[in-house]
C-alpha cells in the first residue's frame, strides 16, 4: 500500500514539474534556438514536420491537463512561434476531410481514444477550457479509414451539483 502511495505521488510530482515546464514555453522568444528551447523547457511530447519542412515541437499536457503547447521553427531551427493549441478558434478549423495525422499534426496526441455505437470508428478527446474557464471537451470522430467525420466540443461536469439527489 505505502508503494502504491509512494508511487502516486512521484506520478503527481512529475505532471505538475513537466506542467511548469511547459508553461515556460510561452516565454520564449521567436529566434531562440531549438536547443535552447529544450534547455528550458524540456524533451517534447513530440516532434513533427511541417508540410514547408520546418519542425513543431509539442508540448502536451494532455489528458490530465488542458493545454497543448506548440513550438515551431523555422529551417535553421530557431523559434517562429509558440502558442497553445487547445483553443476555441483552433478546434473550429477542424472539417470533415481533415486526416488522424492533421489533427496530431494541430493539436497533438489525444487525451483518450474512445468509441461509441452511433459511430463506425474512434472518437478522439481533447480537454481544455474555454474562454471563460470552464472545463470542456472536444470530441473528433475520426473513420476506420483515418479521416476526420465530424468534431464539436462539450463540457466536462468537473465538481458539478448532483441535481439527481432528492
Wanted: proline content about 8%; charged content about 20%.
Amino acid at each position: 500500500m505505502h508503494f502504491v502511495r509512494a508511487a502516486a505521488l512521484a506520478a503527481i510530482a512529475a505532471v505538475v514539474l513537466s506542467a511548469c515546464a511547459v508553461f515556460g514555453a510561452r516565454e520564449i522568444p521567436p529566434g531562440t534556438p531549438r536547443d535552447q528551447v529544450i534547455a528550458k523547457v524540456g524533451q517534447p511530447t513530440r516532434s513533427v514536420r511541417l508540410a514547408n519542412g520546418n519542425e513543431r515541437l509539442q508540448y502536451s499536457l494532455q489528458p490530465a491537463g488542458q493545454q497543448a503547447w506548440m513550438v515551431d521553427l523555422d529551417a535553421s531551427g530557431r523559434v517562429v512561434r509558440v502558442y497553445q493549441a487547445l483553443t476555441d478558434p483552433n478546434f473550429i478549423r477542424i472539417q470533415p476531410g481533415w486526416t488522424a495525422a492533421d489533427i496530431e499534426r494541430e493539436f497533438g496526441p489525444p487525451g483518450k481514444i474512445d468509441r461509441v455505437s452511433s459511430f463506425q470508428g474512434n472518437v478522439w478527446e481533447y480537454r481544455w477550457q474555454d474562454p471563460v474557464g470552464g472545463n470542456m471537451f472536444y470530441w473528433v470522430y475520426v473513420d476506420p479509414q483515418g479521416i476526420v467525420r465530424r468534431a464539436h466540443p462539450g463540457m466536462e461536469w468537473i465538481n458539478a451539483p448532483d441535481f439527481t439527489r432528492k
